[in-house]
């Protein structure tokens, strides 16, 4: 059987997630209707958390399902495999998580082939980073227009949610993969769609989200808060360095894309970001993972970002004074 054909017969039996943030938890959470789920969470507080009340998201989301909760991506093989390992991670995390599965990618699937992976992360390069770290081409994209957060109880909160959201793929092989995943996300209640080519997609929101995260962040405001004060001609500045890398490497944005991103941001006005978490809980943020990939996208094209150059070197000082911090505790 060939490849095209393995992927035509490929059929979503049971699906691995690992992250158990809220991003994860969403996941896990509608995929639980219609697919078994396994769940990789490390924290043992988080992991009796989701053995109590399993994974929940509510807002503009609302489903429940009870997930199998393992601690390590090893556990995916001895339960089974899978069919497809979602990597909800933070983006910093794809090198550890990568270096545990790659050792076992035959081990995980739950057919002859080893499962296929879906980077369900924001910025612009974790697909094809995991790809290159798993040494496998079968890593499918997933473009996410949502946002979300933990509550207090523990269950995903959907703070932001404008789909359809996007699945696509580095290889036309593996088109019937990336189709039937987008059906089955859909029938679970989360609108998804499978497309040809997925990169603008990729980089009409890893410019929209290093724009506006970073900027949130370092005023400590919502998508809004920022809009409607002096940093938002720091943010336009952002989506305009960001646009011309983009054109310079090729990728077609469509026309007058910063107006398109500017109406994202105004039917974003409540939310906060992730980063402005991060920020505020002492945490490592994706700063690495959105403006500093755009910068290496920026030297090889010979663009000048002097905006994402400042922002960037900011960001890295809170990502500095938690690095020591972890360092003092030690």
Not at 75 to 99: C, M, N, P, W
Not at 238 to 262: F, N, R, T, W, Y
Not at 265 to 278: G, I, N
Request: hydrophobic share 45%; net charge negative; aromatic share 4%.
């Amino acid at each position: 059987m060939s490849e095209q054909e393995r992927a035509q017969a490929w059929t979503a039996r049971r699906v691995g997630v690992i992250g158990a943030g809220a991003m994860g938890t969403t996941l896990a959470s509608v995929l639980g209707r219609l697919v078994p789920v396994v769940i990789v969470c490390r924290n043992p507080a988080r992991a009796e958390t989701l053995f109590r009340i399993g994974a929940r998201v509510h807002g503009a989301v609302e489903c429940a399902s009870r997930p199998i909760v393992v601690s390590r991506v090893e556990d995916l093989a001895r339960i089974g495999g899978v069919s497809a390992v979602f990597v909800a991670t933070k983006t910093t995390a794809i090198d550890e998580v990568a270096a545990e599965m790659a050792p076992l990618m035959s081990e995980l699937g739950d057919q002859p082939d080893a499962p296929y992976t879906i980077s369900f992360q924001n910025g612009i390069e974790p697909g094809k980073r995991l790809m290159e770290r798993l040494g496998d081409p079968r890593v499918l994209r997933m473009v996410l227009n949502f946002g979300a957060r933990l509550d207090k109880d523990g269950a995903a909160e959907t703070t932001l949610y404008t789909p359809p959201h996007l699945i696509g793929r580095q290889d036309r092989t593996y088109a019937a993969v990336s189709d039937s995943l987008a059906s089955t996300l859909t029938a679970c209640g989360f609108e998804t769609r499978a497309v040809d080519d997925v990169e603008p997609f990729v980089w009409m929101k890893g410019i929209v989200n290093a724009a506006m995260n970073p900027v949130a962040a370092l005023t400590d405001a919502s998508v809004g808060e920022t809009l409607d004060a002096p940093a938002r001609v720091i943010v336009e500045r952002l989506l305009a360095e960001g646009v011309m890398v983009a054109k310079a490497e090729g990728i077609d944005l469509g026309d007058d894309p910063v107006s398109k991103m500017m109406a994202v941001f105004e039917s974003a006005r409540l939310h906060t970001p992730s980063m402005v978490e991060d920020i505020r809980a002492g945490r490592e943020s994706e700063v690495g993972q959105l403006n500093r990939q755009i910068l290496e996208h920026a030297r090889r094209v010979g663009v000048e970002t002097p905006t994402h150059e400042l922002i960037t070197a900011l960001i890295d000082a809170f990502d500095w004074r938690v690095f020591h911090r972890g360092e003092e505790r030690a």
